[in-house]
Protein backbone atom coordinates (compact mmCIF):
# COMPACT_ATOMS: atom_id res chain seq x y z
CA UNK A 1 0.00 0.00 0.00
CA UNK A 2 2.87 2.27 1.17
CA UNK A 3 4.39 1.83 -2.48
CA UNK A 4 1.40 2.91 -4.02
CA UNK A 5 1.40 5.84 -2.79
CA UNK A 6 4.48 6.49 -3.11
CA UNK A 7 4.67 5.83 -6.77
CA UNK A 8 1.35 8.09 -6.93
CA UNK A 9 3.62 10.83 -5.21
CA UNK A 10 6.46 10.51 -7.52
CA UNK A 11 4.49 10.44 -10.49
CA UNK A 12 2.55 13.93 -10.03
CA UNK A 13 6.03 15.61 -8.68
CA UNK A 14 7.37 17.18 -11.99
CA UNK A 15 10.69 17.79 -13.34
CA UNK A 16 11.04 21.25 -14.04
CA UNK A 17 14.01 23.48 -13.32
CA UNK A 18 12.48 26.78 -14.98
CA UNK A 19 10.74 27.89 -12.11
CA UNK A 20 11.43 31.30 -12.86
CA UNK A 21 9.55 31.15 -16.02
CA UNK A 22 7.06 29.68 -13.81
CA UNK A 23 6.23 32.19 -11.34
CA UNK A 24 6.27 34.94 -14.02
CA UNK A 25 3.62 33.30 -16.03
CA UNK A 26 1.84 32.69 -12.47
CA UNK A 27 2.20 36.38 -11.72
CA UNK A 28 0.58 37.70 -15.17
CA UNK A 29 -2.47 35.25 -14.88
CA UNK A 30 -3.29 37.01 -11.59
CA UNK A 31 -6.08 39.71 -12.81
CA UNK A 32 -6.05 42.96 -11.38
CA UNK A 33 -8.01 43.97 -8.66
CA UNK A 34 -10.72 46.05 -9.15
CA UNK A 35 -11.49 49.17 -7.54
CA UNK A 36 -15.00 49.90 -6.04
CA UNK A 37 -17.41 52.37 -7.45
CA UNK A 38 -17.49 55.40 -5.01
CA UNK A 39 -21.51 55.05 -5.21
CA UNK A 40 -21.32 51.15 -3.93
CA UNK A 41 -22.35 50.35 0.05
CA UNK A 42 -19.92 49.43 1.91
CA UNK A 43 -20.02 45.25 2.82
CA UNK A 44 -19.28 44.70 6.68
CA UNK A 45 -18.53 41.23 7.85
CA UNK A 46 -21.88 40.79 9.45
CA UNK A 47 -23.84 42.10 6.10
CA UNK A 48 -22.37 38.56 4.53
CA UNK A 49 -22.47 36.28 7.88
CA UNK A 50 -26.34 36.16 9.17
CA UNK A 51 -25.70 35.12 12.95
CA UNK A 52 -26.26 36.27 16.18
CA UNK A 53 -22.37 35.73 17.44
CA UNK A 54 -21.03 37.65 15.27
CA UNK A 55 -23.06 40.26 15.59
CA UNK A 56 -22.83 40.09 19.36
CA UNK A 57 -18.74 39.82 19.09
CA UNK A 58 -18.71 43.21 16.82
CA UNK A 59 -20.74 45.20 19.35
CA UNK A 60 -18.52 43.89 21.93
CA UNK A 61 -15.27 44.86 20.02
CA UNK A 62 -16.49 48.40 18.77
CA UNK A 63 -17.41 49.12 22.36
CA UNK A 64 -14.33 47.91 23.98
CA UNK A 65 -12.04 49.67 21.47
CA UNK A 66 -12.45 53.17 20.75
CA UNK A 67 -12.16 54.86 16.87
CA UNK A 68 -9.10 56.05 15.55
CA UNK A 69 -10.56 59.87 15.89
CA UNK A 70 -11.15 59.64 19.55
CA UNK A 71 -8.02 57.66 20.07
CA UNK A 72 -5.98 60.69 18.11
CA UNK A 73 -7.94 63.41 20.48
CA UNK A 74 -6.89 61.33 23.41
CA UNK A 75 -3.55 61.24 22.49
CA UNK A 76 -3.31 64.91 21.80
CA UNK A 77 -5.28 65.76 25.40
CA UNK A 78 -2.17 63.62 26.80
CA UNK A 79 0.28 65.90 24.58
CA UNK A 80 -0.90 68.92 25.96
CA UNK A 81 -1.21 67.87 29.49
CA UNK A 82 2.73 66.99 29.50
CA UNK A 83 3.20 70.04 28.03
CA UNK A 84 1.56 72.00 31.09
CA UNK A 85 3.45 69.85 33.11
CA UNK A 86 6.47 70.21 31.88
CA UNK A 87 5.91 73.49 31.69
CA UNK A 88 5.20 73.89 35.40
CA UNK A 89 8.81 72.39 36.08
CA UNK A 90 10.78 74.85 34.38
CA UNK A 91 11.68 78.13 35.56
CA UNK A 92 10.20 81.36 35.71
CA UNK A 93 10.81 85.12 35.72
CA UNK A 94 9.18 87.68 36.64
CA UNK A 95 9.44 91.04 35.48
CA UNK A 96 8.96 93.57 38.56
Same mark, same amino acid.
Given at each position: M????A????S?????????????????????? #???? /?D?KN???NDLI =?SE !???????????A???PQ #???? /???????????? =??? !?Q?SI???
Amino acid at each position: MGQVIASALCSTVSNRTDFAEQASQDVAAVTAW #KPSK /SDQKNTYINDLI =QSE !RPDGLLSETLQANPSPQ #KTLL /SLRIRQAQRRQE =QAT !RQPSIEAG
